[in-house]
């Protein structure tokens, strides 16, 4: 999977610009994240994004770690009130893919590996959940990520428990449908960026109604390791088994210039299995900021992946070929991110 294969679908002109107007609008307001926007703008994720990259092609919107700036030259990009859209689902939620900028692996627990790493939202795929409110109770997943091998219908089975388990937590019946763009086997959280989504849209409406619940943060952890930091969906340090999270307020100007996912994918446990086995843990001290990963690039799990998966490291070779910035596997593989970056 290459980047320049993402998201070229045709997008219909008229609402390019109804939607680029709206982002526009909130771009002035301050600062937003793609989530933020996909979140008060009633045009599917796939526009809003389309819109950006318009933007950022043309020199308007600096993509930073989780945050877009607007720039001046705007002023001409303006669609008539009266035909801006507005017909937003109101129990919707955008959740994009996270990248490991850097991972340490410290020790192994009962269950769980202790880690130190450095997160960051990967925006460029998503997932997307909707709740609609009924006596029911449905889910269904529409396949986006452009994966050949991705089987909707496993893992439907796989996550299916875990959604159960959410809306039984909010005391919820109802539809669910999931919208899946974040590639699984990828290292970039593409199961639980589906969690997450259904968690966000299950907030909502429970807020919206005020109905109590009561989910804490050990609870998210046991049902992915990532739920914590992809919620906050922003630049931040992931310890422990995932339960500690701390956000950066670093700035930091990140643009990702490629992307690949090796064929064959790759098995979570059984890398961490191989690590145990092949690796020993490093003496030197994990990365604790942005400026810090991005310098001293590090991924522990990168050799026992390669190890299992020959077409990870072919992967990682041709993008650092490109001489970008950054070339580096998130999590636990298959994919392989690179970046150039400047800090602020």
Same mark, same amino acid.
């Given at each position: 999977?290459?980047?320049?294969?993402?998201?070229?679908?045709?997008?219909?002109?008229?609402?390019?610009?109804?939607?680029?107007?709206?982002?526009?609008? $909130? *771009?002035?307001? !301050?600062?937003?994240? @793609? #989530?933020?926007?996909? +979140?008060?703008?009633?045009?599917?994720?796939?526009?809003? &994004?389309?819109?950006?990259?318009?933007?950022?092609?043309?020199?308007?919107?600096?993509?930073?770690?989780?945050?877009? $700036? *607007?720039?001046? !030259?705007?002023?001409? @990009? #303006?669609?008539?009130? +009266?035909?801006?859209?507005?017909?937003?689902?109101?129990? &919707?939620?955008?959740?994009?893919?996270?990248?490991?900028?850097?991972?340490?692996?410290?020790?192994?627990?009962?269950?769980?590996?202790?880690?130190?790493?450095?997160?960051?939202?990967?925006?460029?795929?998503?997932?997307?959940?909707?709740?609609?409110?009924?006596?029911?109770?449905?889910?269904?997943?529409?396949?986006?990520?452009?994966?050949?091998?991705?089987?909707?219908?496993?893992?439907?089975?796989?996550?299916?428990?875990?959604?159960?388990?959410?809306?039984?937590?909010?005391?919820?019946?109802?539809?669910?449908?999931?919208?899946?763009?974040?590639?699984?086997?990828?290292?970039?959280?593409?199961?639980?960026?589906?969690?997450?989504?259904?968690?966000?849209?299950?907030?909502?409406?429970?807020?919206?109604?005020?109905?109590?619940?009561?989910?804490?943060?050990?609870?998210?952890?046991?049902?992915?390791?990532?739920?914590?930091?992809?919620?906050?969906?922003?630049?931040?340090?992931?310890?422990?088994?995932?339960?500690?999270?701390?956000?950066?307020?670093?700035?930091?100007?990140?643009?990702?210039?490629?992307?690949?996912?090796?064929?064959?994918?790759?098995?979570?446990?059984?890398?961490?299995?191989?690590?145990?086995?092949?690796?020993?843990?490093?003496?030197?001290?994990?990365?604790?900021?942005?400026?810090?990963?991005?310098?001293?690039?590090?991924?522990?799990?990168?050799?026992?992946?390669?190890?299992?998966?020959?077409?990870?490291?072919?992967?990682?070779?041709?993008?650092?070929?490109?001489?970008?910035?950054?070339?580096?596997?998130?999590?636990?593989?298959?994919?392989?991110?690179?970046?150039?970056?400047?800090?602020?």
């Amino acid at each position: 999977m290459e980047l320049k294969d993402l998201y070229l679908k045709k997008q219909d002109k008229k609402s390019m610009a109804a939607c680029g107007t709206l982002i526009v609008d $909130e *771009l002035r307001k !301050g600062s937003a994240t @793609f #989530v933020d926007l996909c +979140e008060k703008i009633s045009f599917p994720a796939e526009t809003v &994004r389309a819109c950006l990259n318009v933007f950022l092609k043309n020199g308007i919107v600096n993509n930073f770690v989780g945050r877009y $700036e *607007l720039e001046d !030259g705007v002023g001409d @990009f #303006v669609v008539p009130q +009266e035909n801006r859209a507005s017909n937003r689902k109101k129990y &919707r939620s955008v959740v994009p893919a996270k990248c490991n900028l850097s991972l340490a692996v410290l020790g192994a627990g009962d269950k769980l590996h202790e880690l130190d790493m450095v997160f960051c939202p990967f925006d460029l795929v998503w997932d997307e959940a909707e709740y609609i409110p009924g006596d029911e109770n449905a889910l269904t997943i529409e396949d986006a990520t452009m994966q050949e091998d991705f089987d909707a219908n496993r893992y439907l089975a796989e996550i299916k428990p875990k959604i159960e388990k959410l809306a039984k937590k909010f005391g919820l019946t109802g539809t669910v449908k999931i919208k899946k763009g974040v590639p699984v086997g990828a290292g970039l959280g593409g199961s639980t960026a589906s969690l997450v989504a259904v968690y966000n849209a299950f907030k909502k409406y429970a807020d919206e109604n005020g109905k109590k619940y009561d989910i804490t943060s050990k609870y998210l952890t046991s049902l992915s390791s990532d739920f914590p930091a992809m919620a906050l969906a922003r630049a931040c340090r992931v310890q422990g088994v995932g339960d500690k999270v701390s956000p950066f307020d670093e700035r930091v100007k990140i643009v990702f210039v490629g992307f690949k996912v090796a064929k064959g994918g790759s098995d979570t446990a059984a890398v961490y299995k191989r690590f145990d086995e092949k690796c020993k843990i490093s003496s030197e001290l994990p990365s604790a900021t942005v400026e810090q990963a991005l310098k001293n690039p590090r991924n522990d799990l990168f050799a026992p992946a390669c190890q299992l998966n020959k077409e990870i490291k072919k992967a990682y070779n041709e993008l650092k070929a490109q001489k970008p910035n950054f070339v580096m596997m998130t999590g636990s593989g298959s994919g392989i991110i690179a970046l150039d970056y400047q800090i602020l």
